[in-house]
């Protein structure tokens, strides 16, 4: 029974030692950690304004860009089909382009494109569709009484 005693102070020594190095100890207080500013949107920056004037000729390429639009259309008396050519601004616009009567031409003087277009042969016209607004293209080459209104739209947005 008497060696109860020490033991018991032993073990009251442990645990009031235990409070105190628990009280003593430095506890990690909680923070307030401001929230973090990288959560801000960054402003949507709209392409950079492109110099680089796309080539004056059709160059049929076989490069493998994956921002080439291709088209086919065909030039009749007197419209294009499809009249109206719909791409994002940046892209690479690839048109193949077939009369099917007579010689026709195809004008888009925006991106300096200017193509004569013959009959039963696909001619391919290539731009760089750079900056975004609304353009007109136009058959270039006379085809008669209606060549004046054989004209369609390219829309880059
Ligand atoms: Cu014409």
Redesign the pocket.
């Known amino acids: 029974m008497k060696a109860f005693i020490p033991l018991a102070l032993l073990f009251a020594l442990l645990v009031v030692a235990g409070c105190a190095s628990e009280q003593t100890a430095p506890s990690p207080s909680p923070q307030v950690v401001p929230p973090s500013p990288q959560a801000d949107r960054a402003p949507p920056s709209a392409a950079p304004p492109s110099s680089a004037t796309p080539p004056p000729t059709a160059t049929p390429s076989s490069s493998s860009d994956s921002a080439v639009r291709e088209f086919t259309m065909t030039a009749k008396k007197?419209e294009f089909n499809p009249a109206t050519i719909i791409v994002n601004a940046g892209e690479t616009v690839r048109l193949s382009i077939t009369s099917l009567d007579v010689a026709?031409?195809f004008s888009l003087p925006d991106f300096n494109v200017n193509s004569r277009i013959e009959p039963g042969q696909a001619t391919v016209v290539e731009f760089v569709a750079d900056t975004p607004g609304t353009y007109t293209f136009f058959?270039?080459?006379?085809?008669?009484s209606g060549?004046s209104s054989?004209k369609g739209t390219l829309v880059v947005q």
């Open positions: 007197w026709h031409g058959c270039s080459v006379y085809c008669g060549h054989m």
